[in-house]
């Protein structure tokens, strides 16, 4: 069985920064992608950055320039450098991954940016 244990959220004024990780661990042979999303309240899960095992990353434009995804692929590691927060990236954040060739959630950290 495989884990996401995902951590690091919490409240930070806007135009703070914030750090969240997630960790993979069980029975692993190969990760594939790993990245976050987030859910707001009343909105759908939507995508926030992804990584693959090559370092190839993906964001959505509404935290380009802002948000820093990378990994560490030798601790299964996955983290997401927020900076710059605006009150609208506050939700609940998830880390997820393809292991395996399966997918797995981390069961979300939330993150609130207050104004």
């Known amino acids: 069985q495989v884990q996401l244990v995902d951590s690091g959220g919490g409240l930070v004024q806007a135009g703070g920064s914030l750090r969240l990780s997630c960790a993979a661990s069980?029975?692993?042979?190969?990760?594939?992608?790993m990245g976050w999303y987030r859910q707001a309240p009343g909105k759908q899960r939507e995508l926030v950055a992804a990584i693959s095992s090559g370092g190839t990353t993906n964001y959505a434009d509404s935290v380009k320039g802002r948000f820093t995804v990378s990994r560490d692929n030798a601790k299964n590691t996955v983290y997401l450098q927020m900076n710059s927060l605006k009150p609208e990236d506050t939700a609940v954040y998830y880390c997820?991954?393809?292991?395996?060739?399966?997918?797995?959630w981390g069961q979300g950290t939330q993150v609130t940016v207050s104004s």
């Open positions: 997820n991954a393809l292991v395996n060739w399966s997918e797995y």
């Open positions: 069980g029975r692993i042979f190969v990760i594939n992608v």
